[in-house]
């Protein structure tokens, strides 16, 4: 009895002690809240559901996958209205392994092979350039380690991701699952691109904007108004985005026959998302855009529905070149962007390729990861290392991986890049399941059109638009996959 008196009156005096730290610690928050004009509330919200969500990533891959996600959209805006540099890179990447982490527990839980949907030709590709990433931290032309750490972080965990995917789309309906849920997130992205337009940017962005000369003078048009971004870090990737996004629903819009009231939202949703892609300023994302369009009409050629499609799609080229109106400053900056010779930055870019050439030759496994410090918001070099490379603006993926990687990964990059289109494209021919034709095709053009973007910029890598590719790469291995174990289905 007097062992339970104790443990009762223990407990009393633990509440009561709760009971008087409790109010003292809320005036503290309150305090350090009002001092700080109410970024600490942010911060004390953001890490308390960032936390609950991370452990939720690790024990559920698949809530993992969706929720990094919706992070990777929203993540550049919150720090435009919070002022406040958030570690939002850092936590992307934490995701992004504990998501794979639990999906390596999911498996060992199953007792499955782990390896069992590994061994396909694109994964061996893939594990070839992170077998050649990791080398290059003993590049002798590299910079900092600490630099390539960090460069080197970011891609190994989309890798990891990229390899979480093919086991949680594993399925047709969880492929299709993950299309709605994109579709939804690109057409709110699309639609306040539109609202930017419309109305105006909000306040917390126009101060974003002219915070900065350079951010200003890239995001200025010629008829002074401002290139549109959305939620995303910057005009070029959204743009890119809109492009990809678009050609997945014009894909199943045309060739997916029996999906009903459902083809209306599909097309709706894509001239949205055009829209917001025209209002990006972002000629790169103009020009995938028709190259992914080209494709899909050499692919489904033999489908009379598709010269139909053709001769309407030509027509309109024609008209938006031709039309006799000028003064509208969106429409003149997509006509530029078929204006190569006088297209001024194009110029510009021709000529540091050429410039840069005699290096890349030189340097077979190139100068080391993160030396070029060409692409916005990526760690450069620090001021007190020298590096022929330091500063050189590469724009284009394909030259940054000859110059950072040497041109052996640039040939690795390339042959990579290959054989995802050439196993795409086979398992669509061979297939004779309809939806996984519908999937296949929307795949490989949204993929096709990211790669045509990725020489005149870094499209594949840059967040949200990098969990789209991966994630249509991972759908290829698995309805690939479904072909090769049942060719007659």
Not at 165 to 170: D, P, R, S, T, Y
């Amino acid at each position: 009895m007097s062992l339970l008196k104790a443990i009762k009156l223990n407990r009393n005096n633990n509440l009561t002690l709760l009971g008087i730290l409790l109010p003292l610690l809320s005036l503290g928050i309150a305090y350090t809240v009002a001092a700080s004009e109410g970024k600490v509330a942010y911060l004390l919200i953001i890490g308390s559901l960032g936390l609950i969500c991370t452990i939720l990533a690790a024990a559920y891959p698949a809530f993992g996958l969706y929720f990094t996600i919706v992070i990777a959209f929203f993540f550049a805006d919150l720090k435009r209205l919070l002022r406040f540099d958030l570690p939002v890179g850092v936590y992307i990447d934490a995701l992004c392994l504990l998501t794979f982490v639990g999906v390596v527990i999911q498996k060992r839980k199953k007792r499955e092979n782990f390896f069992s949907n590994y061994n396909h030709p694109i994964c061996i590709a893939f594990t070839a350039i992170i077998a050649y990433s990791i080398i290059e931290i003993f590049n002798p032309n590299g910079g900092p380690i600490a630099s390539t750490l960090v460069i080197l972080r970011r891609f190994i965990c989309l890798q990891l991701m990229f390899f979480a995917a093919i086991e949680i789309l594993a399925t047709k309906k969880q492929m299709i699952s993950f299309l709605k849920f994109w579709f939804l997130f690109a057409l709110i992205a699309a639609l306040y691109a539109c609202y930017q337009e419309w109305f105006g940017y909000p306040a917390y962005e126009l101060a974003y904007i002219t915070s900065d000369p350079l951010i200003e003078g890239l995001l200025s048009l010629d008829n002074g108004n401002y290139r549109k971004f959305s939620f995303l870090p910057d005009p070029t990737s959204f743009g890119i985005m809109m492009s990809g996004t678009s050609l997945l629903c014009l894909s199943l819009f045309l060739s997916w026959k029996n999906l009903g009231a459902k083809k209306y939202r599909l097309i709706t949703a894509m001239l949205c998302m055009v829209l917001a892609m025209s209002y990006s300023g972002t000629r790169t994302a103009y020009f995938a855009f028709l190259a992914g369009i080209g494709l899909y009409i050499m692919m489904t050629l033999s489908n009379r529905k598709t010269l139909i499609f053709a001769v309407v799609s030509l027509v309109s080229f024609l008209m938006l070149l031709f039309a006799p109106i000028y003064n509208n400053a969106t429409l003149n900056r997509i006509r530029s962007t078929f204006e190569f010779s006088q297209d001024a930055s194009f110029n510009v870019r021709d000529v540091n390729r050429h410039r840069i050439q005699p290096y890349m030759h030189s340097h077979p496994i190139g100068g080391g990861l993160g030396t070029t410090g060409g692409a916005p918001g990526e760690l450069e070099l620090g001021n007190s290392f020298s590096h022929p490379l330091k500063g050189f603006q590469t724009d284009s993926g394909f030259l940054r991986m000859a110059l950072e990687y040497g041109w052996i990964g640039l040939i690795l990059q390339c042959i990579t890049f290959f054989i995802v289109l050439q196993q795409g494209i086979r398992a669509y021919y061979r297939s004779k399941d309809p939806e996984a034709r519908h999937l296949l095709l929307a795949a490989v053009i949204c993929i096709f059109s990211y790669v045509i973007a990725h020489y005149a910029q870094g499209a594949i890598g840059t967040l949200p638009g990098a969990f789209l590719v991966y994630s249509l790469i991972a759908m290829i291995i698995r309805l690939s996959n479904t072909v090769k174990d049942n060719p007659q289905t």
